[in-house]
């Protein structure tokens, strides 16, 4: 039986090459592992500049990966010294790439980075850096949990793990701020949102890094399989959702 694709964007940095600096696409396997690992087929979407209609056609999911700060002009902000890793250009094609995946109803799985883009893409707003009032970005080993968050009852995350407080990893140095129209919060750490979802979309949004803990942590890990579950489902018509 042929695997689901998953499309996984991944961040555009410059980097050293035999070339000199040039822009690269540069993803950790860890996503496209976590993906596999639960019976998807990972696709990496590198940066495309203007993309075009149709860049979603042959797939049956979305992961929007971590990565550098949303442009901060997006949401009404000026630039800020703390704010680090801007590339408008990835900023504009993940635009792309969600709004294609919600206008195809496929189910998308945002990340860090992508939890925060799709707040502010839906009207939200983002704290510029939490770090003067909370740290959340640990210094143990990335697949090790450093903190607590409290599940929603009701919310499609609940049913995706098995208990209502779960370890999650921690690397950010922003936050939710003003939600995002049709977003709902399903999980926090004390005042810091940890998890979105939305009303009118297939979308499950967390601000930890569950791809680093998937392969040790079953909880993690079922955040891959529901996301690969809903994408498989689409195949044979039954339009699951998470």
Same mark, same amino acid.
């Given at each position: 039986?042929?695997?689901?694709?998953?499309?996984?964007?991944?961040?555009?940095?410059?980097?050293?090459?035999?070339?000199?600096?040039?822009?690269?696409?540069?993803?950790?396997?860890?996503?496209?592992?976590?993906?596999?690992?639960?019976?998807?087929?990972?696709?990496?979407?590198?940066?495309?500049?203007?993309?075009?209609?149709?860049?979603?056609? &042959?797939? $049956?999911?979305?992961?929007?990966?971590?990565?550098?700060?949303?442009?901060?002009?997006?949401?009404?902000?000026?630039? $800020?010294?703390?704010?680090?890793?801007?590339?408008?250009?990835?900023?504009?094609?993940?635009?792309?790439?969600?709004?294609?995946?919600?206008?195809?109803?496929?189910?998308?799985?945002?990340?860090? &980075?992508?939890?925060?883009?799709?707040?502010?893409?839906?009207?939200?707003?983002?704290?510029?850096?939490?770090? $003067?009032?909370?740290?959340?970005?640990?210094?143990?080993?990335?697949?090790?949990?450093?903190?607590?968050?409290?599940?929603?009852?009701?919310?499609?995350?609940?049913?995706?793990?098995?208990?209502?407080?779960?370890?999650?990893?921690?690397?950010?140095?922003?936050?939710?701020?003003?939600?995002?129209?049709?977003? &709902?919060?399903?999980?926090?750490?004390?005042?810091?949102?940890?998890?979105?979802?939305?009303?009118?979309?297939?979308?499950?949004?967390?601000?930890?890094?569950?791809?680093?803990?998937?392969?040790?942590?079953?909880?993690?890990?079922?955040?891959?399989?529901?996301?690969?579950?809903?994408?498989?489902?689409?195949?044979?018509?039954?339009?699951?959702?998470?």
């Amino acid at each position: 039986m042929s695997r689901p694709l998953i499309a996984v964007s991944a961040p555009i940095e410059l980097a050293p090459t035999a070339f000199g600096e040039q822009d690269c696409t540069k993803l950790t396997t860890a996503y496209t592992n976590a993906v596999y690992a639960a019976g998807g087929q990972p696709v990496v979407m590198p940066v495309v500049v203007d993309p075009p209609a149709g860049l979603l056609d &042959r797939f $049956d999911g979305l992961v929007l990966t971590g990565g550098g700060d949303l442009d901060p002009t997006l949401y009404g902000e000026e630039p $800020d010294p703390t704010v680090y890793g801007v590339r408008p250009e990835r900023d504009a094609f993940e635009i792309a790439l969600y709004n294609e995946a919600v206008e195809r109803g496929l189910p998308v799985l945002a990340i860090c &980075r992508g939890m925060q883009l799709v707040n502010v893409l839906r009207g939200g707003s983002l704290i510029l850096d939490i770090q $003067d009032e909370v740290q959340h970005w640990q210094t143990i080993p990335a697949h090790e949990a450093s903190h607590k968050i409290d599940v929603v009852d009701d919310a499609r995350l609940a049913g995706i793990f098995d208990q209502a407080s779960v370890g999650v990893n921690s690397y950010h140095h922003q936050g939710l701020k003003d939600l995002g129209a049709g977003l &709902r919060v399903t999980a926090t750490c004390g005042a810091v949102i940890e998890a979105v979802e939305a009303d009118d979309a297939n979308l499950v949004a967390v601000q930890w890094h569950p791809e680093q803990m998937a392969a040790t942590d079953s909880q993690q890990a079922a955040l891959f399989q529901a996301l690969v579950a809903a994408a498989d489902s689409r195949t044979n018509n039954s339009k699951e959702t998470y």
